[in-house]
């Protein structure tokens, strides 16, 4: 099973910034936890600041790996571009959000990825992405 986890905008941060929001681990750290408890999954990370490059790595993995786990950051509020190129591909794509979007402010309930999800999840901190790994394994 190939699994890719793309982050999107500030997610390179992760263990700095806003640590009240989004923990004080470094997501370099938690995928090497990840790719030790899911050992029968390859996994690939790809993160970018930039909304062109996130679509292209969509698009490059849509048609041939077996899931991808997407956090867009802030993209996922103004990016109608990166909800195209998920409807695009064959690839099931998993919403990922580490804080709870719903709970802060009004603008981050909008989602331009969500409709083209099979599943969203937000506001379980890193363990998101464990329980979209355990939905592709499952």
Known sequence: MKIEIINGPNLNLLGVREVDVYGNEHFETY???????????EFNYF?????????????RVGF?????????????HTSVAIGD???????P???????????????????????????????LGLKGYTAAVEYFVG
Do not use: C, M
């Open 64 to 76: 041939s790996f077996d899931g991808i786990i997407i956090n867009p950051g802030g993209y996922t």
């Open 85 to 91: 190129a998920i409807a695009a591909i064959k690839t």
């Open 47 to 59: 993160q970018s600041n930039v909304e062109g490059e996130l679509i292209n790595e969509i698009q």
């Open 93 to 123: 794509v998993i919403e990922v959000h580490i804080s709870n979007i719903f709970g802060r402010e009004e603008f981050r309930k909008l989602s331009h990825v969500s409709g083209k999800s099979v599943g969203v999840i937000s506001g």
């Open 31 to 41: 995928f090497e936890e990840l790719k030790k408890k899911f050992p029968q999954v």
